[in-house]
């Protein structure tokens, strides 16, 4: 079965960086793109960004252009996302998702990972 | 980047039906038939119950169906169960390559 597992939340300081990792598990990694997707705390749904499979398109949401970036690793069915220059609106929970091909929508979700943005 | 519009919250008995409403624009909601509701229980991941507009995923109750007219697409659950009772969310694909959420309805079965 899917499994979407994140990791590499904390609390960091305002301006400081942060990279999550979300490892994947249960389908062909490789043939599908990537999403992160971020949940502010009692808040909704927020996309940040997406990785298509071969990682040649990497889209943005205008909160994050320039100053995360997504990658990912097919050896290591692992997608990333650096986080740098942190405010105090990127607190969240951050899912990162699978996309499903041809779709363009999120069909399988991880638990998230929280991250805390805090002097 | 602005958020699709969803009511804040809706509420109605067991067995009875509800409708959730999603409003975008010309470049969102009604670009294309790449809209999508996903079911968030407290604490938990959200869950993918519509795609492509009314499209079901495997497993999830056919009481869930959608639709679209124009910018609106709608979300329908009839036979309101008790462990219905989570927070729902529309999205949609746009034509900026990007995604918008609405901002969520929670729905409340008395």
Request: charged share 15%; with cysteine.
């Amino acid at each position: 079965q899917v499994q979407l597992v994140e990791s590499g939340g904390g609390v960091v300081q305002p301006g400081g960086s942060l990279r999550l990792s979300c490892a994947a598990s249960g389908f062909t990694f490789s043939s599908y793109g990537m999403h992160w997707v971020r949940q502010a705390p009692g808040k909704g749904l927020e996309w940040v960004t997406f990785i298509s499979d071969d990682g040649n398109s990497k889209w943005y949401a205008n909160s994050a252009k320039g100053r995360f970036i997504i990658s990912r690793d097919d050896s290591r069915s692992t997608v990333y996302l650096q986080m740098n220059s942190l405010r105090p609106e990127d607190a969240a929970v951050y899912y990162c998702a699978k996309d499903l091909a041809g779709h363009y929508i999120f069909d399988y979700w991880g638990q998230g990972t929280l991250v805390t943005v805090s002097s | 980047q602005s958020a699709l519009t969803q009511p804040a919250s809706v509420s109605e008995s067991p067995g009875q039906s509800i409708t959730i409403s999603c409003t975008g624009t010309s470049s969102d909601v009604g670009a294309y038939n790449y809209v999508s509701w996903y079911q968030q229980h407290p604490g938990k991941a959200p869950k993918l119950m519509i795609y492509d507009v009314s499209n079901r995923p495997s497993g999830v109750s056919n009481r869930f169906s959608g639709s679209k007219s124009g910018n609106t697409a709608s979300l329908t659950i009839s036979g309101l169960q008790a462990e219905d009772e989570a927070d729902y969310y529309c999205t949609s694909y746009t034509s900026s390559n990007t995604w918008v959420f609405g901002g969520g309805t929670k729905l409340t079965v008395l």
